[in-house]
Structure formats: C-alpha cells, structure tokens
C-alpha cells in the first residue's frame, strides 16, 4: 500500500513540472497573420495611414493530410458529403472570437468620407479550422489541390496580395468583386480576365456591371507571372482568383478559410454574357434570389455574401438616385442622405459601404443596414424582404455564425460552373488564351 501511495505521489510530481513547460509549448492559436513560428519571416504592414502591423508571410495553410487517388477520393466522395452538413454544423459552434479585446473606432459616418484603413486586423480570431484534416471535396474541385503540383502556390498568391495590400488598401475589396462577376458569367472560369479572344468579340469586361467598377488586373497578372516561373502550366487563373479573395478576405480580418482548388480556365469571354447574369444596384429582393438560384445559390447565401460589402466602396451613379424620388430617399437614414449629397461631388465620386470600418470585415456593415445607412438600394431591400430581413438582424449580432458561413457560401461561389478534369485549359497569361 505504501509503494501504490508513492508511486502516486511520484506521478503527481511529475505531471506538476511538466504541465507549465507543454502549456507553454501550445500557445493558443492566433490568428494566421499574427503567427510568429520559427524561421518564418515577419513583414511590417504600412495601412494607408502608416498604421503599422506585422505579417508572417510565409505562414501559409497547406492541409496536412496525404491525398489518395482519384478513384479512392471518388469512392470516398459520397461518403464525406454525407458527413459535410454534420460538420459545418459542429464547426461553427466551435469557434469563438474575441473582438472585444481590440479597440477599433467607430465614428460617425459624417465624420468619415473617403475612410482609412483603421488598423490592420489584429484580432484574435481561430483560423476556421476543420473538424478532420481530409480535405473536402466539392463538385469536382478539392482543398489541397496544388499541394503536389506546385506546393508553393498558395503561398505565392497569398504573400501577393499582401504586396499589394501594403501599397493599396481598396486592393482588398476590389478582388472578391472581381470573382463575383467572373463566377457569375459562365462560371469561375477566368473569363473576365480575358483581354482578347480567338473570336475577336467584345469581352466581359467592357460590361457596363464591369468597366471601371472592376480592377486588380495588375496584380493578377504579377501572382501568374510568378506562378508560370514556379510551376509553368499548372495553377489556372480561375483557381488564382479564387485563393486571392479568401486572401483578400482574411487580409480584412475574416478568419482562414479552405478553398477548394481545381478550376480550369475558359476560352471566351463575350460581353453579351453578362447580360441578367450579375446583380444590379437596384435589383429586388426577389429579382436577386432569383439570380443566386440560378447559380446553385439559395438566399441565405445571398445574405451571407452581401456582408462582402462590409469592406469596399460604391461609384454615386449607383446610388445617388435614391434622393431623387420620396419614396426611395425615406429608405435613407437622412444622414447618411446628407453624406451622399455632399460627397458625390460627381458621379464618379465613391463613398465606402460601411464608412466606420471601411476596410474590416465585420458585422458592422449588418448593423447599419438595420438603421437605413445601407448605399445601395439591394442592399438596402434585404432588410424588408421576410425572406431576408431576419438574417440580416441574426448576422448583424452573430458576427461569428457570420463568419462561419462566409467560407463555406465563398466555395459555393466558386464552385458555379466551372470547368475541370480536362475542360479548358491552364491559361499562361491571363488576359489571354493559349493558341
Ligand atoms: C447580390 C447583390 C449584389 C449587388 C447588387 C452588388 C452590387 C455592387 C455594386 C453596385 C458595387 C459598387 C461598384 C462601384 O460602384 O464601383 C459593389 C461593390 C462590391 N461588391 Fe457587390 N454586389 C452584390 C453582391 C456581392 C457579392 C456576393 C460580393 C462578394 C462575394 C460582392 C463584393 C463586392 C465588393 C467587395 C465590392 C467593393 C469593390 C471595391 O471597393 O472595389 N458583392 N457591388
């Protein structure tokens, strides 16, 4: 008995020294811009205002896990889309961020025209983890899907739009735009960043939807440029625009999220295809839903990813002629009435979506559509439409069960038509097809 008792009293010992030296071995997580692992290297962010904030840019996510053949992932597809809603279901009680601990202004929209970027987001915000490391396959596409091909790609696009982000903060907001319009019109197959055709037409991007309301051509071009010097002919332009709004995202504040890679690039890019294919300022409620469901998307997806225009700006010619009539400008809060008036000096003139945090993804953007301070008409609608207003008010207080279903509508969005397997082709540049 005297032997059990100090063999017990040994092991108490023991587990006493060295609970404080693991504890300290397995930092809580952080998030992945913030992490500072070993022989990574740091950068120092400048915002717009020289707010300064370091990056890790080469701390990248590539999924752990080994990848079977395409046999066996088929064979084990059916099986992991069964357990898929399960999943997300578990995942999105499990992250709990903190936002409390950080102190972002907040001031007054008329005190903010042209905003600056507060700080950069240094939150504590959980990568949005999976439950298992597999990688999740969706219609054809897969998590991981350069990790033998060219494991660096990722990683190249992310530190780009890091780059970029640090010369040009609205770099951030402009690419998701992009990946709406292209997924919209004829899939996510990297059509509207087509400069030419071999037909000669007119291409997507002289849409009136596009024009000058979509840019960050540049910088694509530069990520691709870099990938072909890597890995010639391996990652699409598709697949670049894809990884680069979750990058574009995150950079905004959003936790880490999966994408799914594997698309293929188009051959055409026809102007008359945009045409009733991407969403106008002025579109009902209905008239959008209707739009997302002919993409494979329902509204609450809708609600979802309208919290995009929690970062960004919007031109006056698309919303300035809601002062016009009575009945539209009573959907304005005066204020920010006001604020239109006085800022749109011109059509061309821009105001931010959501002036107060104008470059951070966050529920604020939610919050304000609740009071009448939403730019846009559509937007704007979302809160009087019964389908739709009662998600507005959930996200506008949940920004984590937000933020959870921001990833996943995202790989939604970018699963729209697209083009695998051997469709299409793997662009060299993107602004043109390979002959
Ligand atoms: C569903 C209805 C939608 C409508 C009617 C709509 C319309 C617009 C309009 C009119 C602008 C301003 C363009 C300008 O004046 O320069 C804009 C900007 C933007 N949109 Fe949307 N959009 C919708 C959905 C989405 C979705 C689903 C996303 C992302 C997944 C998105 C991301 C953005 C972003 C990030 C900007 C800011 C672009 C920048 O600052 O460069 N939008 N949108």
Not at 82 to 104: G, I, L, S, V, Y
């Amino acid at each position: 008995m005297a032997a059990k008792v100090g063999i017990f009293a040994a092991i108490l010992l023991v587990c006493a020294i060295l609970s404080p030296l693991l504890a300290s071995s397995f930092p809580n997580h952080r998030p992945e811009f913030l992490e500072h692992d070993s022989g990574k290297t740091d950068v120092t962010i400048h915002g717009d205002n020289n707010n300064v904030v370091h990056a890790n840019v080469n701390d990248i996510a590539i999924p752990c896990s080994n990848y079977e053949t395409r046999n066996e992932r088929s064979l084990k597809e059916k099986k992991k889309k069964k357990n898929k809603n399960k999943k997300n279901k578990k995942e999105m009680n499990h992250h709990e961020h903190d936002f409390e601990a950080f102190n972002f202004e907040h001031p007054q929209i008329e005190g903010v025209r042209h905003g600056y970027p507060q700080v950069f987001p240094e939150h504590n915000v959980d990568p949005i983890t999976k439950e298992h490391e597999e990688p999740e396959i969706l219609e054809g596409l897969r998590e991981g899907f350069y990790q033998n091909t060219c494991p660096q790609a990722e990683e190249i696009i992310r530190n780009g739009l890091i780059r970029a982000f640090q010369n040009d903060s609205t770099i951030a907001a402009a690419i998701p735009r992009l990946f709406l319009h292209d997924c919209f019109v004829k899939g996510c197959d990297g059509s509207i960043l087509l400069d030419t055709t071999p037909t000669g037409g007119k291409i997507e991007k002289l849409s009136p939807s596009n024009g000058i309301t979509v840019k960050g051509f540049e910088l694509i071009d530069e990520i691709k440029a870099e990938l072909e010097e890597n890995c010639p002919g391996i990652v699409s332009c598709s697949d670049v625009l894809a990884y680069l709004s979750r990058d574009a995202f995150v950079a905004s504040g959003l936790p880490h999220y999966e994408v799914s890679g594997g698309r293929r690039d188009g051959m055409e890019s026809r102007v008359e295809n945009v045409v009733g294919n991407l969403p106008l300022p002025d579109d009902t409620v209905d008239q959008m839903i209707q739009l997302f469901n002919r993409k494979g998307l329902n509204a609450e997806d809708l609600v979802v990813l309208i919290g995009a225009h929690s970062i960004g700006v919007a031109h006056c010619f698309n919303f300035l002629y809601r002062m016009d009539t009575p009945e539209k400008a009573q959907m304005v809060d005066p204020r920010l009435g006001n604020v239109m008036k006085f800022t749109c000096t011109g059509q061309m003139s821009t105001i931010a979506f959501d002036a107060t945090t104008q470059y951070k993804m966050d529920s604020v953007f939610y919050k304000q559509l609740l009071m009448k301070k939403g730019l846009l008409e559509s937007d704007q609608a979302l809160t009087q439409d019964i389908r739709t207003r009662g998600l507005v008010q959930r996200f506008s207080n949940d920004e984590v069960g937000w933020f959870n279903k921001f990833g996943v509508a995202m790989n939604k969005l970018g699963a729209v038509e697209v083009l695998t397997g051997n469709q299409g082709q793997i662009r060299k540049q993107c602004r043109a097809v390979n002959l």
